[in-house]
């Protein structure tokens, strides 16, 4: 009764954290060092799956030398595998059970048994918290359950950082990006910056701005970031058959470029590395001009939010455009007015 007590106690003690502080490192090292001392074992770490690499990365620990931290990247498929279908995965000689690596790493490291338990947010697994002993031990249930709980309230303290960076990174997006408008009608410039803070904010390989030629029927890249000039000088983009849904103004979310039959040049897209894209239309007094498309190196499912902070961030574009436009048409005019003004300098 009274390890549960403790356990109850420890958990409060994290979810209180949650109210004090935004520092996610923070949060997740009070995780770690809740399972050490509370289970009183050798070490703990908390991995997340890194997915471009497919491995797992640590991201706090406890009790773990440098050398061990880094020894290699860790196989993230098999033990996802097992702690996600029984919730948990249990090792009582971590240096010879078959379903884990670096036996020898863990021996010389003095580990024993080996428990692992699945990080998720939102249901989605995003990594593990394992705990670590010097002597090969079985785990009860309230200690599997205890140790449960604390990864879940990782996977929440990952999620709530992601969130408040998401809120911060947005909102600099929008900042910048009208400040920009509000201060230059240099509109090469002005898209190059965005399609370089966007592909940064949301993580994804490389972005770009293409407006339609109307005279050409093709699409026109006017900025983009993160791609090379061999795949920049592949040849034009017909606007019938380039991801025609966005240029009749809904975003399109394309999972696979390499095999989807709305992408032209698959091959040049594969050799680049792409693989998700997303695209969105940029429109002028409701009147599509053109697409913004991010390209992820990864197969990527880009949420609603996301979706619809791009979509937002092209109709700024759009803005950006129509002003630049009026400004033109406003200098042509004066400049007649000018002229008129003059041949009537006799009135004056």
Not at 301 to 311: H, K, N, P, R, S
């Amino acid at each position: 009764m009274k390890d549960r007590d403790d356990y109850f106690k420890t958990i409060l003690k994290v979810c209180k954290a949650f109210g004090t502080t935004l520092d996610r490192d923070e949060i997740l090292n009070l995780i770690v060092q809740s399972a050490v001392e509370k289970m009183k074992s050798k070490a703990a770490c908390l991995w997340l799956v890194d997915e471009e690499t497919k491995a797992f990365t640590p991201v706090a620990e406890k009790g773990l030398s440098e050398k061990y931290l880094h020894s290699g990247p860790l196989n993230i498929e098999k033990i996802a595998t097992i702690v996600q279908k029984e919730g948990y995965l249990h090792a009582l000689d971590a240096t010879t059970d078959p379903r884990l690596e670096q036996h020898e790493t863990k021996r010389a490291e003095g580990i024993a048994s080996m428990l692992i338990v699945p990080v998720k947010v939102k249901g989605k697994f995003i990594g593990v918290l394992s705990l670590y002993t010097s002597k090969q031990q079985e785990f009860s249930k309230n200690e599997i359950e205890f140790l449960t709980a604390l990864a879940e309230q990782g996977g929440m303290a990952i999620e709530h950082a992601r969130l408040v960076e998401k809120i911060r990174e947005n909102t600099k997006l929008f900042f910048d990006l009208a400040t920009n408008i509000n201060s230059t009608l240099d509109l090469k410039t002005l898209f190059q910056i965005l399609t370089s803070d966007i592909a940064k904010a949301l993580g994804v390989k490389a972005a770009s701005i293409l407006l339609i030629h109307e005279e050409k029927r093709t699409l026109e890249r006017v900025a983009s970031s993160g791609l090379s000039e061999t795949y920049l000088q592949r040849g034009a983009l017909s606007v019938e058959k380039s991801i025609t849904e966005t240029l009749e103004g809904r975003p399109v979310v394309i999972k696979d470029a390499t095999t989807d039959e709305r992408i032209q040049y698959k091959k040049e897209k594969k050799k680049e590395g792409i693989v998700s894209i997303l695209s969105v239309p940029i429109t002028t007094k409701e009147k599509v001009i053109g697409v913004l498309r991010l390209y992820s190196r990864v197969e990527r499912d880009f949420t609603e939010d996301e979706i619809m902070l791009v979509t937002s961030l092209a109709n700024l574009g759009g803005l950006a455009i129509q002003n630049a436009s009026m400004y033109l048409m406003l200098q042509d005019e004066m400049k007649d007015l000018k002229k008129d003004i003059w041949s009537h300098r006799s009135y004056f």
